[in-house]
Structure formats: structure tokens, C-alpha cells
């Protein structure tokens, strides 16, 4: 699975977007970008994945450059609950790798009021 | 809420006894993965388990082992604890699709603590 980078920290005001940008260079053309969060004291969440379109759901938005060497995840609306450290991961669906998510340090997201 | 428990929330150990710990996995889901998380750091894979057999494996030694029963719950054991294993240990449920596999519902944890 290909490598991704992160910002350690952002800072994000309530009720504006929060965009958390991820690097990932090296990956490959059947690696999926995911995006996971966890909330202190909890266990991580799914939040949205994406292989080379942009997507959307209730949660949050996903962009990835045509290139997909880079994506941004956008949440459009962010509240104090937002605040949580953010996964992105870039994952082989074909290969043995499928069901095993590597986490690297994520990005620190703080929401405030 | 995921639906997926896992049992206990703590748990106090000491260095070289063996540990037991459980997750019931989200209704319909037939995967379950482990992971560790050491304080301040990402969960680390620790093994996947899929109708019932071991179906991928991370960097951890053997005495980490696992069971994946009928109904699909699982259980996460080691033995001859060491200090090191302090951490919160997840559970996280999927469906056995391929894709599906990636999104995974994850309990709560359990805190363990090795002294």
C-alpha cells in the first residue's frame, strides 16, 4: 500500500469548511484513497473513500487530483464534534492487503467554537 | 454506535499472564480484525480472521492469537505478557466483500494495562 502524508495539526473555526489535505505520491492505479477519524476515547470511523472521482456522502467530501497523487478531504460544516484526528490511507482492493487498514499518524483536527 | 462490543473496557495485567479479550461483531458482518494502539500513535494491524479462518496477519509474534467462532464473534489472546503490550486494542467488523472489507465499524476498545 502506498505511503501517505499528513499535517500533524490543523486548526478549524466552527461552522466553517475544514479541509485536511493527504499526499500520496506513490500510489498505484487500483489503490483506493480512505478516510477514516477518531474521536478521542473512541474507536476509529469510516468517513468516505474514493478511487479517482470526487465523492460525496452525508459526512464529508473527498477530492482527488487527476494525477491521485493528492486529495483533500472537506468537511463542509465543521462543529466542536468534528474535532478528532483524521486517517487518510491508501489501500490495494485487489491485492492480500484489502482487509488490513495501515494507519500512519493522522492529522490532528481542532474545532473551535 | 457501530454495533460492534467488545469486552471488557479495562483490564489490569501483570507481566508474563495471558489475556482473553472478546468482540461481537456488527449483525451481518462475517470479518473481524484486531488492532493495537499504543498511546499516541495509529492502530496497528494485528490479524484478520474471515469465516472463521486467519485470513492476513501483521508484524506481531505468535503469541498473539486469535478464534473467530460460528457466529463470527471473536476472541483476541496473549500470552506471556510484556510491558510493551499496554495498549487499547480494537475490534472492527466488515462484510466479506472485497472492497467492503475496507470499511470496517470498530468497537469502542479495551484498555489494557501490563505491570
Known amino acids: 500500500d502506498a505511503k501517505t502524508t499528513q499535517p500533524t495539526s490543523m486548526d478549524c473555526a466552527e461552522g466553517r469548511a475544514a479541509n485536511l489535505p493527504c499526499n500520496h505520491s506513490?500510489?498505484?492505479?487500483?489503490?483506493?484513497v480512505y478516510w477514516y477519524r477518531q474521536i478521542h476515547s473512541q474507536g476509529p470511523q469510516y468517513i468516505i473513500h474514493?478511487?479517482?472521482n470526487n465523492e460525496t456522502n452525508e459526512m464529508a467530501s473527498l477530492i482527488i487530483t487527476e494525477d491521485r497523487k493528492s486529495s483533500t478531504l472537506i468537511l463542509p460544516h465543521a462543529t466542536l464534534r468534528d474535532t478528532a484526528v483524521y486517517y487518510c490511507?491508501?489501500?490495494?482492493?485487489?491485492?492480500?492487503?484489502?482487509?488490513?487498514?495501515?494507519f500512519g499518524q493522522g492529522t490532528i483536527l481542532t474545532v473551535h467554537p | 454506535e457501530t454495533g460492534v462490543t467488545q469486552s471488557p473496557t479495562h483490564l489490569i495485567k501483570t507481566r508474563g499472564q495471558q489475556v482473553t479479550l472478546r468482540c461481537s461483531s456488527q449483525s451481518g458482518h462475517n470479518t473481524v480484525s484486531w488492532y493495537q494502539q499504543a498511546l499516541g500513535q495509529g492502530p496497528q494491524f494485528i490479524f484478520q480472521?474471515?469465516?472463521?479462518?486467519?485470513?492476513g496477519r501483521g508484524n506481531f509474534p505468535p503469541r498473539f492469537s486469535g478464534l473467530q467462532f460460528p457466529n463470527y464473534s471473536s476472541e483476541l489472546n496473549v500470552n506471556a505478557l510484556e510491558l510493551d503490550d499496554s495498549a487499547l486494542y480494537l475490534c472492527?467488523?466488515?462484510?466479506?466483500?472485497?472492497?467492503?472489507?475496507?470499511?470496517?465499524?470498530f468497537g469502542a476498545g479495551t484498555r489494557l494495562s501490563v505491570l
Open positions: 490511507i491508501a489501500i490495494n482492493a485487489g491485492g492480500t492487503s484489502y482487509g488490513k487498514l495501515t
Open positions: 506513490t500510489i498505484s492505479g487500483n489503490e483506493y
Open positions: 474514493g478511487l479517482k
Open positions: 480472521y474471515y469465516r472463521e479462518e486467519e485470513n
Open positions: 472492527a467488523s466488515s462484510s466479506g466483500d472485497t472492497l467492503a472489507k475496507t470499511i470496517q465499524y
